[in-house]
């Protein structure tokens, strides 16, 4: 254990870098610049100022480094790499248009259609790992075609921002996952099989909500829709199988998403749907992208910089003493039994999840510090400790507009409705999200009778951070 660090104004000193930091990140989110990129002017700021308030400047140095190196950051920033690439390869090889096909071409309408979507929605988010990219890709089709053939346009809107929830919450490929199972040093074998009944579970709520309704609309004929639709595009979800499976039988994530990756390569070259030369070639000149690996890797460099700047600000409130004064008053105060302390871990990720527009960071920040050591004192299993904290990182954070998902969502409803002149619903609809609250109402119910609930067994801990 490394010795306290010492801060000028004892805990609001320590908690200064924080404190800049949600400053930055509220401020921007409110005025709709949020994003991993954005929020690294403010990490850098708050790790700056920081440095005044500490009395040995050379120790405060020292700690940064100790969270930017800490190994759980870098297995997830690996399985982040791996990640991207793999999510770059599902879109190039036909996904969408095969979701697209099923979601157009059933014959479905009204609240039919809008399960559908929700389905599509679902199988989009899993297969990609991305909330933000599942509304980016499928709003601007399936959203005008549900309106057209009778669904109900703000259950229709909120089928696609519940199934890119679903996705974030549940797929290995997710960074949510990643972070929440290698923070809990859970292997993603146990996260994935423990969390599926919480999470089709809440999926299973929300179906029934946009069952009875999704409907109501009024059958128009459908407008020509410019998307490409296929169904060969589904085969893509085969890598998705892979990833799942070797994840399931205890390879280690990394080499789950290698083989998912080489399948989805594979399957993207053999339909057609992806050249040898998209997936690496020599550019045309210097500034280029070299393909679709490069183009992956790319999309979670913003991700992955503002996640080892979150790691080095948490590393501040571990070592000044902060989170473990936080720790010692909740279990004085508030927690004294195993219910109350998967309550607490719940609470305190959403809390961290409210300000911050990306849920990942939230989870970086509470996961190591807050809620590893409480889940380990009441003898909770590390595969538990990330379920609660992944499943509450995803109810009230896909309800808030300023959030990064729901904001871009919403842009994609407004913009494709004034593309074809039809009626949008208001942003204010995503505060009734259904998948959002069926997942906190499972959570809730979990945590009270017990279900699901997971105790650590002998040895555990260390063999779910040997294995990974």
């Given at each position: 254990?490394?010795?306290?660090?010492?801060?000028?104004?004892?805990?609001?000193?320590?908690?200064?870098?924080?404190?800049?930091?949600v400053?930055?990140?509220?401020?921007?989110?409110?005025a709709?610049?949020?994003?991993?990129?954005?929020?690294?002017?403010?990490?850098?700021?708050a790790?700056?100022?920081?440095?005044?308030?500490?009395?040995?400047?050379?120790?405060y140095?020292k700690?940064?480094?100790?969270?930017?190196?800490?190994?759980t950051?870098?297995?997830?920033?690996?399985?982040?790499?791996?990640?991207?690439?793999?999510?770059?390869?599902?879109?190039?090889?036909?996904?969408?248009?095969?979701?697209l096909?099923?979601?157009?071409?059933?014959?479905?309408?009204?609240?039919?259609?809008?399960?559908?979507?929700?389905?599509?929605a679902?199988?989009?988010s899993?297969?990609?790992?991305?909330?933000?990219?599942?509304?980016?890709?499928?709003?601007?089709?399936?959203?005008?075609?549900?309106?057209?053939?009778?669904?109900?346009?703000?259950?229709?809107?909120?089928?696609i921002?519940?199934?890119?929830?679903?996705?974030?919450?549940?797929?290995p490929?997710?960074?949510?996952?990643?972070?929440?199972?290698y923070?809990?040093?859970?292997?993603?074998?146990?996260?994935?099989?423990?969390?599926?009944?919480?999470?089709?579970?809440?999926a299973?709520?929300?179906?029934?909500?946009?069952?009875?309704?999704?409907?109501?609309?009024?059958?128009?004929?459908?407008?020509?829709?410019?998307?490409?639709?296929?169904?060969?595009?589904?085969?893509?979800?085969?890598?998705?199988?892979?990833?799942?499976?070797?994840?399931?039988?205890?390879?280690?994530?990394?080499?789950?998403?290698?083989?998912?990756?080489?399948?989805?390569?594979?399957?993207?070259?053999?339909?057609?749907?992806?050249?040898?030369s998209?997936?690496?070639?020599?550019?045309?000149?210097?500034?280029?992208?070299?393909?679709?690996?490069?183009?992956g890797?790319?999309?979670?460099v913003?991700?992955?910089?503002?996640?080892?700047?979150?790691?080095?600000?948490?590393?501040v409130?571990?070592?000044?003493g902060?989170?473990?004064?936080?720790?010692?008053y909740?279990?004085?105060?508030?927690?004294?039994?195993?219910r109350?302390?998967?309550?607490?871990?719940v609470?305190?990720?959403i809390?961290?999840?409210?300000?911050?527009s990306?849920?990942?960071?939230?989870?970086?920040?509470?996961?190591?510090?807050?809620?590893?050591?409480?889940g380990?004192?009441?003898?909770?299993?590390?595969?538990?400790?990330?379920?609660?904290?992944?499943?509450?990182?995803?109810?009230?954070?896909?309800?808030?507009?300023?959030?990064?998902?729901?904001?871009?969502?919403?842009?994609?409803?407004?913009?494709?409705?004034?593309?074809?002149?039809?009626?949008?619903?208001?942003?204010?609809v995503?505060?009734?999200?259904?998948?959002?609250?069926?997942?906190?109402?499972?959570?809730?119910?979990?945590?009270?009778?017990?279900?699901?609930?997971?105790?650590?067994?002998?040895g555990?801990?260390?063999a779910?951070e040997?294995v990974?």
């Open positions: 254990m490394e010795k306290e660090l010492k801060m000028r104004g004892g805990i609001w000193g320590g908690l200064t870098p924080l404190l800049i930091l400053i930055g990140l509220v401020w921007l989110s409110v709709e610049r949020g994003g991993t990129k954005p929020f690294w002017a403010c990490a850098w700021v790790l700056c100022v920081g440095i005044f308030f500490a009395r040995e400047p050379t120790e140095c700690a940064l480094m100790r969270g930017i190196g800490d190994k950051g870098i297995v997830i920033v690996t399985a982040w790499l791996f990640a991207g690439v793999f999510g770059e390869l599902m879109k190039a090889g036909g996904l969408v248009e095969g979701l096909w099923m979601g157009t071409t059933t014959g479905a309408t009204g609240a039919i259609f809008v399960l559908l979507v929700f389905f599509a679902m199988l989009f899993m297969g990609t790992g991305t909330s933000t990219g599942t509304c980016i890709a499928l709003t601007p089709v399936l959203y005008p075609a549900g309106y057209f053939l009778g669904a109900d346009p703000a259950m229709l809107a909120l089928a921002l519940s199934g890119a929830a679903f996705g974030d919450n549940l797929a490929v997710s960074d949510t996952t990643i972070v929440s199972a923070t809990q040093g859970a292997t993603m074998r146990d996260v994935v099989r423990t969390r599926f009944p919480l999470s089709i579970t809440a299973a709520g929300a179906a029934v909500i946009f069952y009875f309704f999704g409907g109501g609309g009024t059958v128009a004929t459908l407008p020509e829709m410019q998307a490409s639709i296929n169904p060969i595009g589904l085969s893509m979800l085969l890598a998705l199988v892979v990833v799942v499976v070797a994840a399931l039988i205890g390879r280690h994530i990394i080499e789950a998403l290698i083989y998912g990756n080489i399948t989805a390569a594979v399957l993207g070259v053999v339909t057609g749907k992806v050249d040898l998209r997936l690496f070639h020599i550019p045309e000149k210097r500034g280029i992208s070299t393909g679709l690996i490069e183009d890797i790319q999309s979670v913003g991700a992955i910089i503002f996640a080892i700047l979150i790691l080095a600000v948490t590393q409130l571990v070592e000044s902060i989170m473990r004064r936080i720790l010692e909740a279990e004085r105060a508030v927690v004294r039994t195993v109350q302390a998967e309550a607490f871990i609470g305190v990720t809390v961290a999840s409210i300000p911050i990306a849920n990942a960071p939230a989870e970086l920040l509470v996961g190591p510090s807050l809620v590893r050591p409480m380990q004192k009441f003898g909770l299993a590390p595969a538990r400790r990330a379920n609660l904290m992944d499943c509450a990182v995803c109810t009230l954070f896909f309800t808030l507009p300023w959030h990064i998902c729901v904001a871009t969502w919403y842009s994609q409803v407004y913009n494709v409705a004034q593309q074809y002149n039809i009626s949008a619903p208001s942003v204010s995503a505060l009734i999200n259904p998948y959002s609250w069926t997942l906190l109402a499972v959570l809730a119910i979990s945590i009270y009778t017990g279900w699901n609930r997971k105790m650590a067994a002998p555990e801990e260390e779910g040997a990974g």
